[in-house]
C-alpha cells in the first residue's frame, strides 16, 4: 500500500488478514530485542559486580598478605596481584564498553519508535497492550523491563550467568507462557498470525533473542512497516533464517568467548597454584632440612651430653677418691703431730721439774755472789766520782771570766795540734838533738 493510507491501514485488525499484523510481529520482534539487550544488561551488570567483588577481595587478600610477608615474597605476591589487577581491569573495561554499546542500542530504537508511533496497531495485536515507546520510557527510566521479573522467576532452568541463559529447551514453553499470559493465548497467535499474509506468517517461527545487529535493524524496520508497507515473503524468511543464523553465531562467539575466558582463568590458576605449589614445596624442603639439621644437632648434644654425664661421673669418683686419701692421710699426720708435742710436753716437764730442782738448790750461792758483786759495783763508783771531783776543782779556776775561757780554749787547741803533730816534733827534736 501506499503512504499516504497508512493510518487507514493501521485500524484493520490482525483478523482481516491485512498489515495491521505485520505490524504487530515488527512490535513482537522489537519487544524480544529489547528483552534480549536488557538480558545482555542484567548478564553484563551481574559479571561487572562479580569481577569488582573479586577484585575488591584481591585488594584485600593482597594487603593482607602484605602485612603478614617478607621481603623476599613481597615483590612475588606483588607481580601476581599486577596481573590479576591488570586483568580484572580489562575485564571490567570491555563490560562497561559493552554496556554502552547496549544502553546506546536503546536509545536508537526508542529514536526510531519516536519517530514512527503507531497507537492502533499496538492495541489490536495479541502483544500485552502497551506501547513501544512506553515500554522503552518504563525499561530506560527504571533500568529494567517489565518482563524481567518474570524472566528472573521461572525456575532452575533459567540462569542470568554466562555462558548461556537457558540450560533446558523445555523452559521456552514457560518463558512465553509468562510473557503472553498463557497458553491459550499461544495458540491464539498462532491461529492468527495463520490467517494473516503470507508476509506476516514468515514471522512466527522468529526466535526471541536476537542479535545487537538484529534488534538496530529490527527497530528501524518497524519505523518503516508502521507507514503501511509490508515486506515481502522472500525477504522476511532470509531475515529470519539470518537472524537465527546471527543468534547462533552470538551464542556460539559468547560460549567460546566465555569458554576462552575460563581457559585463561584456568591456566592462570593452573601457573598461580604451580608457583604457590613450587614455592610451598621449596619451603617445606627447607624446612625438612632444617629440621634434619636440627635433629642432627640435637644427637650431637644428647650425646655430647651423655659423654660430659659420663665424664662428670668418672671425675667425680676419683675426686672422692682423692679426698678420702688426703682426709686419712692428713688425720694420720695430725695423730703423729699430736703424739710428738705429747712427747715433747712431756720432756719440757721433766726438764722444768730439774731447772726447778736446781734453782732451789743454787739459790743460796746466787744470793752471796750478788751482793758481793753489788759492793764492787759502789766501790767502783765513788773512786769515779771522786776522780770527777778532782777535776773539776782544777777546772773551775780557769772557767771564771771570758778571757779564762779563751786561754782555755786556746790551751786546748795547742795541746791537740802538738798532740796530732807529736810524730813530727819529736823527729824535729832528734834532728836538732843529734849532731849531724
Not at 309 to 314: R, Y
Request: charged share 25%; glycine share 4%.
Amino acid at each position: 500500500m501506499r503512504r499516504g493510507s497508512s493510518e487507514n491501514n493501521l485500524d484493520l485488525d490482525l483478523s482481516d488478514g491485512g498489515p495491521g499484523s505485520a505490524l504487530g510481529v515488527e512490535v513482537q520482534r522489537s519487544r524480544s530485542c529489547l528483552d534480549n539487550l536488557q538480558q545482555k544488561i542484567l548478564k553484563v551488570t551481574e559479571q561487572l559486580k562479580i569481577e569488582q567483588t573479586a577484585r575488591d577481595e584481591n585488594v584485600a587478600e593482597y594487603l593482607k598478605l602484605v602485612n603478614s610477608a617478607d621481603k623476599q615474597q613481597m615483590g612475588r605476591i606483588k607481580q601476581v596481584f599486577e596481573k590479576k589487577n591488570q586483568k580484572s581491569a580489562q575485564n571490567i573495561a570491555q563490560m562497561q564498553k559493552k554496556l554502552e554499546q547496549y544502553h546506546r542500542k536503546i536509545k536508537d530504537s526508542e529514536i526510531h519508535h519516536n519517530l514512527s508511533p503507531h497507537p492502533s496497531a499496538v492495541k489490536h495485536s495479541t502483544i500485552p497492550r502497551e506501547s513501544p515507546r512506553e515500554l522503552l520510557r518504563d525499561m530506560t527510566g527504571s533500568g529494567r523491563h517489565p518482563t524481567m521479573d518474570k524472566i528472573k522467576t521461572i525456575g532452575p532452568g533459567v540462569s542470568l550467568s554466562p555462558p548461556f541463559f537457558f540450560s533446558k529447551p523445555r523452559e521456552f514453553a514457560n518463558l512465553i507462557r509468562n510473557k503472553f499470559g498463557s497458553a491459550d493465548n499461544i495458540a491464539h497467535l498462532k491461529t492468527t498470525l495463520d490467517t494473516s499474509p503470507p508476509s506476516s506468517t514468515s514471522m512466527v517461527g522468529k526466535p526471541k533473542y536476537l542479535s545487537d545487529d538484529e534488534c538496530s535493524s529490527g527497530s528501524a524496520s518497524i519505523s518503516a512497516d508502521s507507514n503501511g508497507n509490508p515486506a515481502g515473503g522472500g525477504a522476511s524468511a532470509g531475515r529470519d533464517s539470518q537472524s537465527r543464523l546471527a543468534l547462533s553465531l552470538e551464542d556460539v562467539s559468547e560460549i567460546k568467548e566465555a569458554q576462552s575466558q575460563l581457559e585463561e582463568d584456568i591456566e592462570e590458576l593452573k601457573a598461580q597454584f604451580k608457583r604457590e605449589y613450587g614455592i610451598i614445596s621449596q619451603t617445606l624442603q627447607e624446612e625438612r632440612y632444617r629440621c634434619e639439621r636440627l635433629e642432627d644437632q640435637l644427637n650431637d648434644l644428647t650425646e655430647l651430653h651423655q659423654h660430659e654425664m659420663v665424664n662428670l661421673k668418672q671425675e667425680l669418683a676419683s675426686i672422692e677418691e682423692r679426698v678420702a686419701y688426703q682426709a686419712h692421710e692428713r688425720a694420720r699426720d695430725i695423730q703423729e703431730a699430736l703424739e710428738s708435742c705429747q712427747t715433747r710436753v712431756s720432756k719440757l716437764e721433766l726438764q722444768q721439774q730439774q731447772q726447778q730442782q736446781t734453782v732451789q738448790l743454787e739459790s743460796r750461792d746466787a744470793r752471796v755472789l750478788l751482793g758481793k758483786s753489788i759492793n764492787i759495783m759502789l766501790a767502783i763508783i765513788t773512786v769515779i766520782l771522786v776522780c770527777v771531783s778532782t777535776a773539776a776543782k782544777f777546772a773551775a779556776p780557769l772557767m771564771r771570766s771570758r778571757h779564762h775561757v779563751v786561754a782555755t780554749f786556746l790551751g786546748l787547741c795547742f795541746l791537740t795540734i802538738f798532740w796530732k803533730n807529736w810524730d813530727r816534733l819529736q823527729y824535729a827534736i832528734d834532728r836538732l838533738l843529734v849532731p849531724a
